[in-house]
Nanobody, 124 residues
Framework: QLQFVESGGALVQPGGSLRLSCVTS????????MGWFRQAPGKEREGVAC????????DYANSVKGRFTISRDNAKNTAYLQMNSLKPEDTAVYYC?????????????????WGPGTLVTVSS
């Protein structure tokens, strides 16, 4: 059974940084492209970042490009999201998930299995 457990969310001031972690189980992480998603209050879940199985190709939503970095440690079955220069509009519950495979690179389309997420609040 696929499981994702996200952690690392917190209350942080604008301009601050956080590193989110996602421990996976029920799968061999290096068999899958992975992504990070977020859902802000009253909004739909959106893709934030994705990574190919090896991590050699990544993609980001325009709203986070240059500020967020996705990475992974397949040996630990763990994915990470480093978030810098945080803004109030980054406030959301963040989730990791396996993403749909594509011919080139990675997608930000989840495959339907979600963990509980971790709450990031950016506020002064």
């Amino acid at each position: 059974q696929l499981q994702f457990v996200e952690s690392g969310g917190a209350l942080v001031q604008p301009g601050g940084s956080l590193r989110l972690s996602c421990v996976t189980s029920g799968l061999t992480l290096d068999d899958y492209n992975m992504g990070w998603f977020r859902q802000a209050p009253g909004k739909e879940r959106e893709g934030v970042a994705c990574s190919t199985r090896s991590g050699d190709s990544t993609d980001y939503a325009n709203s986070v490009k240059g500020r967020f970095t996705i990475s992974r440690d397949n040996a630990k079955n763990t994915a990470y999201l480093q978030m810098n220069s945080l803004k109030p509009e980054d406030t959301a519950v963040y989730y990791c998930a396996v993403v749909m495979p594509v011919r080139h690179g990675c997608s930000m389309i989840g495959t339907g299995a979600w963990g509980p997420g971790t709450l990031v609040t950016v506020s002064s």
